[in-house]
């Protein structure tokens, strides 16, 4: 009994440790695999006051059709993390900034070769700053992702050949006076980075931020080796990809970064291409592959300062101007898209605790800054409490019935999102 007791004292840390990640993979392989709403893949990492305190993973990368075979996810599986690509890009953004090769301020025209102005309220400078905190007046209406030899100034300039009828421009709000989240804003932001440097969009990012980070993927999925294909996951619904139309007992349907049969192809003859005219076939606004280990990377670069493996990456000064809060809605200063949208930084989306309002875990007490995506099925969230040094990132790779048709209920977020993020929280961050 003696040597008993002397063996709990030794282990009892790792004992309970063992119990209560067992008990949140339990928790979030039940939530994968509900057939209300399954989930083809999901990646989790959670970091508590500055360490790695989970990681796991579920369900496959690729599935068959009828839902069987495939490849299993894996801690170097890779998904194309939708809009918190944006936030990526702005960290390679803040260090042109740094460079003095970029000013927040300064009227974005100037760097793009062309006025740059809403025709509406042709007085108003649109800057970067306005550009990052999508109130440039800028809008999806026209779309925001074009093919190479589509110069966004054919697009954006009044009277061009692509301009139509400027559906691209708020009519009813000038620069830096309302909210409204832009995609074309960020091909525009792309498009900056590119000019200024002379490079192109997908190289510029490997320069600036993954390979100074070490990170594997990048936004290009012609240029990744056969090693990393081998590890990206497709994205799956229950629908097909140009309906609405869910079919929770039909087939698994791809819709992106599915490549069977080899590399996939270049978003255009690249050897023509010219940096500085339209980025946007790189997806500045969506396109990243990353795996969620190396989202985690880039966490707790933020947590520490801007300092990733001895290596001061960004400033702090730096960081502190991007997650400065730049916009807060009041009730009509913007479109807050039932309630998802309550605050923004440079780049990022900020998550105030706030009594009686929306809640990233049920009960409150986990707030921060980061950012969400979906898109072609999948489902992102990349949120931090920077000065806790607590994080959680999760990735779904797909869902087999609408999730917006089981809406949350503490948040603008599906249930099962809730109850990814409120499982972590209360398993890895309060009892780990």
Same mark, same amino acid.
């Given at each position: 009994?003696?040597?008993?007791?002397?063996?709990?004292?030794?282990?009892?840390?790792?004992?309970?440790?063992?119990?209560?990640?067992?008990?949140?993979?339990?928790?979030?392989?039940?939530?994968?695999?509900?057939?209300?709403? !399954?989930?083809?893949?999901?990646?989790?990492?959670?970091?508590?006051?500055?360490?790695?305190?989970?990681?796991?993973?579920?369900?496959?990368?690729?599935?068959?059709?009828?839902?069987?075979?495939?490849?299993?996810?894996?801690?170097?599986?890779? =998904?194309?993390?939708?809009?918190?690509? +944006?936030?990526?890009?702005?960290?390679?953004?803040?260090?042109?900034?740094?460079?003095?090769?970029?000013?927040?301020?300064?009227?974005?025209?100037?760097?793009?070769?062309?006025?740059?102005?809403?025709?509406?309220?042709?007085?108003?400078?649109?800057?970067?700053?306005?550009?990052?905190?999508?109130?440039?007046?800028?809008?999806?209406?026209?779309?925001?992702?074009?093919?190479?030899?589509?110069?966004?100034?054919?697009?954006?300039?009044? @009277?061009?050949?692509?301009?139509?009828? @400027? +559906?691209?421009?708020?009519?009813?709000?000038?620069?830096?006076?309302?909210?409204?989240?832009?995609?074309?804003?960020?091909?525009?932001?792309? !498009?900056?980075?590119?000019?200024?440097?002379?490079?192109?969009?997908?190289?510029?990012?490997?320069?600036?931020?993954?390979?100074?980070?070490?990170?594997?993927?990048?936004? $290009?999925?012609?240029?990744?080796?056969?090693?990393?294909?081998?590890?990206?996951?497709?994205?799956?619904?229950?629908?097909?990809?140009?309906?609405?139309?869910?079919?929770?007992?039909?087939?698994?349907?791809?819709?992106?970064?599915? =490549?069977?049969?080899?590399?996939?192809?270049?978003?255009?003859?690249?050897?023509?291409?010219?940096?500085?005219?339209?980025? !946007?076939?790189?997806?500045?606004?969506?396109?990243?592959?990353?795996?969620?280990?190396?989202?985690?990377?880039?966490?707790?670069?933020?947590?520490?300062?801007?300092?990733?493996?001895?290596?001061?990456?960004?400033?702090?000064?730096?960081?502190?101007?991007?997650?400065?809060?730049?916009?807060?809605?009041?009730?009509?200063?913007?479109?807050?898209?039932?309630?998802?949208?309550?605050?923004?930084?440079?780049?990022?989306?900020?998550?105030?605790?706030?009594?009686?309002?929306?809640?990233?875990?049920?009960?409150?007490?986990?707030?921060?800054?980061?950012?969400?995506?979906?898109? =072609?099925?999948? =489902?992102?969230?990349?949120?931090?409490?920077?000065? +806790?040094?607590?994080?959680?990132?999760?990735?779904?790779?797909?869902?087999?019935?609408?999730?917006?048709?089981?809406?949350?209920?503490?948040?603008?977020?599906?249930?099962?999102?809730?109850?990814?993020?409120?499982?972590? $929280?209360?398993?890895?961050?309060?009892?780990?």
């Amino acid at each position: 009994m003696a040597l008993l007791g002397g063996m709990q004292h030794v282990f009892g840390a790792p004992l309970r440790a063992a119990n209560w990640k067992r008990g949140l993979d339990a928790e979030l392989a039940a939530i994968a695999a509900n057939p209300a709403c !399954t989930l083809t893949s999901l990646s989790v990492l959670a970091i508590r006051q500055g360490r790695v305190a989970y990681t796991a993973q579920f369900g496959h990368r690729t599935v068959a059709a009828d839902g069987g075979g495939g490849a299993r996810a894996t801690a170097r599986t890779m =998904y194309r993390i939708a809009s918190i690509s +944006k936030m990526m890009t702005t960290l390679a953004l803040m260090r042109l900034v740094e460079q003095g090769k970029l000013t927040l301020d300064a009227d974005a025209g100037e760097y793009l070769g062309f006025a740059l102005r809403n025709p509406h309220y042709p007085e108003r400078p649109i800057s970067l700053r306005l550009l990052l905190s999508h109130t440039s007046s800028l809008r999806d209406d026209a779309g925001y992702s074009f093919k190479a030899d589509q110069a966004l100034r054919n697009l954006l300039v009044p @009277g061009a050949p692509l301009y139509g009828d @400027g +559906k691209m421009w708020a009519s009813n709000a000038a620069p830096g006076a309302f909210f409204t989240y832009s995609n074309l804003a960020w091909g525009v932001i792309g !498009t900056i980075m590119e000019r200024v440097t002379g490079e192109r969009f997908d190289l510029l990012m490997r320069r600036l931020l993954l390979g100074p980070m070490g990170l594997r993927g990048g936004f $290009n999925a012609s240029a990744m080796t056969p090693a990393e294909l081998a590890d990206l996951a497709t994205l799956y619904r229950k629908r097909t990809t140009d309906t609405e139309v869910w079919d929770g007992a039909g087939p698994w349907i791809a819709q992106v970064d599915d =490549y069977p049969n080899g590399a996939p192809a270049a978003p255009q003859d690249l050897a023509a291409y010219a940096p500085g005219n339209n980025a !946007t076939p790189f997806s500045p606004t969506g396109g990243l592959r990353i795996s969620a280990p190396d989202m985690g990377k880039v966490m707790l670069m933020l947590m520490n300062g801007g300092r990733h493996e001895g290596v001061q990456l960004l400033r702090p000064a730096t960081l502190a101007s991007m997650f400065e809060r730049q916009w807060t809605y009041d009730g009509k200063n913007g479109d807050n898209l039932n309630g998802l949208f309550r605050a923004w930084g440079l780049g990022n989306q900020h998550f105030p605790e706030a009594a009686g309002g929306p809640q990233l875990v049920e009960g409150g007490g986990f707030g921060g800054v980061g950012h969400l995506g979906e898109a =072609y099925g999948l =489902y992102s969230v990349f949120v931090a409490d920077l000065a +806790k040094k607590n994080g959680i990132v999760v990735l779904v790779g797909g869902t087999s019935a609408d999730p917006e048709a089981d809406k949350g209920l503490h948040s603008s977020m599906p249930r099962m999102l809730e109850r990814i993020l409120g499982g972590v $929280n209360r398993q890895a961050l309060l009892k780990a």
